[in-house]
């Protein structure tokens, strides 16, 4: 008997696929993408509509190698044409401006390419090159992933009901993850912190006050200055988690990202209407194992980050690209047991996110409560950080990815 009662009612729709995807945010896609190319057809499923994922800003860097993967493949030319390179950034300590030169430090580079971006091209990509993508589903089952016949069963946007029989179901489906909870809980480990704070983030309309991003920790707190086109800026400042953005009009914003960034050198934002106001809390996040039976688990599914350093994404397209190539192999004749290299090849990156991502979290931001101790060491760490060259370089390395001879 099975554990779990299964809805076995008829479906309007049958279909044998190779891999189902669930969630077609970046990570899904451009494991579609990546499997396409590769001759491996897929069908992907999301609750969420396109409009949803298009309109839901996330972070804006992409590592050079991640930049170059999606040019590579055929679904970035458009970040050459409309995206930024930028070789460095600035950390602001206590008002003085240090620039971080990846170039110099790692011979790297990022590109600041916004997620949605990143997203609306891979969903042009999977229409252009015939790939199946549902959006905007819902009812959403994932069955029998203990065995080499899972299914995944949905009611489309339009109503009829839909059956996948796939060889692996891939759970791409985001920081509230449901796939990942098909791993039993005996066989599962869940790591995690959270944060006393959150990011207030808005998008202004105004022209960049600085030409690369800028962190900056300061006795008020955290903020960062980051940019999307000539005209519209991204800027985050600490919060407190339970901040209500209805009490923070335009003036009061533009003064509290003004105090965090002020500085002997006179800096100043450029001031514009406030488009958008969000309050986003943030945690740390891994479950082990990534694979279980036909199931596996990419992206934030498996794991999440705090935004600092904006590892996120690239961490996920990292996983879908090693996915990618197990799958492969797992479909052709080494079979099952190639499923097996995913973990290892996905999970040393993944942890390594994990401590930079909190380690700059840390470094920058003012934890409430703190002693004065806590504060001055923090600055002794920011000095340490900024003020020698094996510091910068530590940054640099971490913050442009790892190369490829390290991964
Ligand atoms: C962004 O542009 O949204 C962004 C950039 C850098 C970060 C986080 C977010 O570290």
Known sequence: MPATPVDETPVDTVTEVP????GAGPAGLMLAHLLGRAGVPSVAVDLRTRREIETTHRAGILEADVARDLVETG????????????????LRV????????????????????????????LADARERDGGTVHFGVRDTEVLDVGTTAPRVRFTAADGTRHELRARCVVGADGSRSTCRDLVPERHRTRHGAEYPFAWFGVMAQAPSSAAELVYAHSAHGFAL????????????????PDERV???????????????VAGEDGFRLTEG??????????????QEP??????????????????????????????????????????????????????????????????????????????????????????????????????????????????????
């Open 19 to 22: 891999v189902a995807v669930v």
């Open 75 to 90: 679904v970035g030319d458009r970040i050459l044409r409309e995206g930024h390179e930028h070789t460095g950034t600035e």
């Open 94 to 121: 206590a008002g003085r401006p240090h620039r971080i030169d990846f170039r110099e430090l790692a011979g790297a580079s990022v590109w600041l390419y916004p997620q949605t971006e990143v997203f609306k091209d």
């Open 225 to 240: 200055i980051s940019q999307r086109t000539e005209a519209v800026q991204r800027m985050y400042f600490q919060c407190a």
């Open 246 to 260: 209805e009490d923070w009009p335009d003036a009061r914003i533009w003064a509290t990202l003004q105090a965090r």
């Open 273 to 286: 209407p406030i488009l958008e106001r969000t309050v986003l809390r943030f945690r740390s996040f891994v």
């Open 290 to 407: 990534m694979r279980w039976g036909s199931l596996l688990l990419a992206g934030d599914a498996a794991h999440t980050v705090p935004p600092t350093g904006a590892r996120g994404l690239n961490l996920a397209l990292h996983d879908v690209k090693v996915l990618a190539g197990v799958l492969v192999r797992a479909l052709g004749p080494e079979g099952e047991p190639a499923l097996d290299d995913y973990q290892p090849a996905a999970l040393r990156r993944v942890w390594r996110a994990q401590h930079f991502s909190t380690w700059m979290t840390r470094l920058l931001h003012t934890p409430p409560g703190a002693t004065p101790f806590e504060l001055r060491r923090q600055l002794g760490e920011l000095d340490c950080v900024v003020g020698t060259r094996a510091g910068r370089a530590y940054l640099a390395e971490q913050y442009t990815g790892w190369p490829s001879a390290d991964r």
